[in-house]
């Protein structure tokens, strides 16, 4: 290769090609360009389905979301480690100079039939006189290892790699004989210098073909190679003119500045700019972004060429059960939709929209496996083919868990015909024509020989894309039809009353509903409901009044009434909505942000005594964060308070089993379900402040209940016919413990503390 002045700067592309010549030690002009040639390297993002259960159980543990991505850190080694690797893999066996110590031998000395044990690599800078040590960024090019065995061919080959790199003006390899048959090898080299440059312009010259090596023919007459070149600037131009500008912001284009501004251009300079910029691109999620050029050298303006990693196309492969490509199931325009705008073609890929995708398609629960994995694309250089590959899950699947119980018979003593077999039957019909529409059943009881006693069932057909797959209004329509039975908390005694008899809420009927989802967490839902309720005792008869324990033992069903008809038996159409605004994230395990929820149900006079009301609660939660931390995989989580409060009101009729209740786990801690009142009106505040502890948190809580005075209010007055006090509050400890809330908290009203363990989290 060769350079030549050409107008007011020079012109040159260099790469590791191979030289017509190859002589022991080479000597080149100040090129104008250096060219880092380097295919881009990305690594697959790939996760298993946490959230649903395919048909067999997997052999593969469950893996997180995660991705991987290279880096560059090493991007010369990458470039300049092809050729001079093959015997250090072979083993040990090497051969001894047979040539006196400490004598210093050029390359062209050295047997071509011998296999070197080299014991050392050194640099030696011959403008400082100096040896640079192994952390400068020069070691990075060298492919040769310490204690490596190389042949001659090979020391040459990584001469010549050297010497058109365009890092060097000259550069030198020597060997240095040791007593032990080994030798000592010093790179000496003069590195390359241009003129001083005061201005900086980076672009992005994705999808456009790369600059080529700029090779003179050695028979040109001056003038040829004086207009060879001359084109070779007058293209290089027009390649900046079409080429896009790079992403790289104005601070990190001042820092590079400040670097142009310690002197005349050198090849370690532009090494320390080419760090700089791939740093900013991979710190920001651009993982196969890569410096590949540095042109326009020898004029006052630097420019830097960055293929950024341009999406050129996305691809959406099914693959069966042992990874072979097959046609899927789910309708491609599903899959598709899920995809955040930064990953879909025309743009720059990025990890974190990768990841965005990984959680989207997850979120559908219709894939076992999911791997997001770019490629460089080999009909558009410096392009990015993004290649989802799904395995579905079975589309239909039952379940059945079981469970048996023991009660006693005649006598008090259990018998064979006593052993009670309960539990749930479960099925489910996923992705219906291909459109993730699900039809999905249950069936619950505690005996399976009656099971009408508590049989509670629940069967409901999801239709997603409600406006079409192609639509982006995300609304999901779910009808479903349902027995539940519950115990009400609302016939509750207060503290230090005897027990009082329990009272069941079966509720029985069809609800329609439509949810549209703003974001992942915000959402809106309003539908309808038709259902009939019916309040039992715990023998299962009907019960149209709660009741009591009376002082002689027995029990009177004089209590308030558990119906608005008085039959004990409500049928009632309502009207309900819910709009939940939810913008909390995760930092470190330690959620943080704030959520806000308000219900309504709004009664439409149909139905037993035409129940007319206006049913409505509004829950706000903040979790503040009280100190700023690190963000990453295995740091600690943040110091959190929480602030919760909680309003529920109603106008209208009310039936009994309908009333807000105080106190219990989800309420105000400390206390049973129900025990504090039930009410038309009540406020709950709460404050919790949460410490992390190796890996999890401890917390200390404070928090009130009161049914601002209309208690009285609900039908026969409940709360104070049960002896309970219509407020209360609370205060304790706690720690998490996996799943589990262990907590101590103090009842304020009658003044005792006790331990409770429960699931679930509180807010």
Known sequence: ???????????????????????????????????????????????????????????????????????????????????????????????????????????????????????????????????????????????????????????????????????????????????????????????????????????????????????????????????????????????????????????????????????????RMLQNIRDRVQKWYHDEGYACAQVVNFGNLNTNEVVCEVVEGDITRVVIQFQDKLGNVCEGNTQIGVVKRELPKQLQKGNVFNIEAGKQALRNINSLSLFSNIEVNPRPDEKNEGGI??????????????????????????????????????GTVSFEHRNIKGLNRSVLGSVTTSNFLNPQDDLAFKLEYVHPYLDGVSNPRNRTLRTSVFNSRKLSPVFTGGPGIDEVPPIWVDRAGVKTNITENFTRQSKFTYGIVMEEITTRDESSNISSNGQRVLPSGGISADGPPTTLSGTGIDRMVFGQANITRDNTKFVNGAIVGERNVFQLDQGLGIGSKFPFFNRHQLTMTRFIQLKEVEEAAGKPPPPVLVLHGHYGGCVGDLPSYDAFTLGGPYSVRGYNMGEIGAARNILEVAAELRIPVRNTHAYVFVEHGNDLGSSKDVKGNPTEVYRRMGHGSSYGVGAKLGLVRAEYAVDHNSGTGALFFRFGERF
Not at 66 to 78: D, E, I, N, T, Y
């Open 385 to 422: 083919i993004v290649e989802i590959k799904l395995k579905e899950l079975e589309q239909k699947s039952a379940e059945v868990s079981s469970e048996w119980s023991i009660v006693p018979g005649r006598g008090g003593r259990p018998t064979l015909a006593s052993i009670q077999p309960g």
């Open 1 to 267: 290769m060769a350079s030549f002045t050409a107008g007011t700067g020079q012109f040159l592309t260099l790469g590791p090609t191979r030289r017509r010549s190859n002589p022991k030690t080479s000597s080149h002009p100040k090129p104008s360009t250096t060219h880092l040639a380097t295919p881009i390297r990305c690594q697959q993002i790939s996760s298993q389905n946490p959230n649903t259960k395919p048909s067999k159980p997997l052999k593969v543990p469950l893996k997180t979301l995660g991705v991987a991505a290279a880096v560059s850190g090493g991007f010369w080694r990458k470039l300049f480690s092809a050729a001079a690797n093959a015997d250090e893999e072979k083993g040990n066996e090497w051969d001894s100079h047979g040539m006196p110590a400490d004598i210093v031998v050029q390359l062209n000395k050295l047997s071509g039939f011998k296999k070197y044990k080299v014991s050392e690599i050194l640099f030696l800078d011959k403008v400082k006189s100096i040896l640079v040590g192994s952390d400068d960024s020069f070691f990075e090019m060298v492919s040769l290892r310490a204690n490596g065995v190389y042949t001659k061919a090979q020391l040459q080959k990584e001469l010549e790699t050297l010497a058109t790199s365009g890092m060097f003006e000259k550069v030198d390899l020597e060997a240095k004989t040791n007593a032990d048959g080994t030798i000592g090898l010093t790179v000496s080299f003069t590195e390359s210098t241009w003129e001083e440059a005061d201005h900086f312009r980076c672009i992005n010259v994705g999808l456009m073909a790369q600059s080529k090596g700029v090779d003179v023919e050695e028979n040109m007459t001056e003038k040829e190679k004086v207009d060879y070149m001359r084109n070779q600037e007058r293209d290089y131009r027009r390649r900046m003119d079409r080429a896009r500008p790079c992403m790289l912001p104005s601070s990190v284009h001042n820092e590079i500045l400040s670097i142009l501004g310690q002197g005349n251009v050198s090849a």
